[in-house]
């Protein structure tokens, strides 16, 4: 199964060496996020409202690189 690498336009440099995304068949994997903007800076310091939305904005910036939305995550609850 082919795998390629997902990296959004205007994403900032990752950390650690890792991609923002990977895509296997019709699968997408994202990677965890951190509120960190384009010179390693923490966003929004103190207000988790602001950096979760910003959070979300990068993951679908994210999924959209990879020809994807929001609308096509699958979300799984554990009792």
Known sequence: MPIK???P???PK????YSYAVQA???IYVSGMLPVGQNS???????IKAQTKYILEKIEETLSA???C???IVL???L
Not at 14 to 17: K, V
């Open 76 to 78: 799984i609850k554990y």
């Open 14 to 17: 990752p950390l650690a060496p």
């Open 70 to 72: 929001l609308s096509d």
């Open 5 to 7: 690498i997902i990296e």
């Open 41 to 47: 800076e923490t966003v929004f310091p103190g207000d």
């Open 9 to 11: 336009k205007n994403a």
């Open 25 to 27: 068949g019709k699968t």
């Open 66 to 68: 990879a020809g994807a």
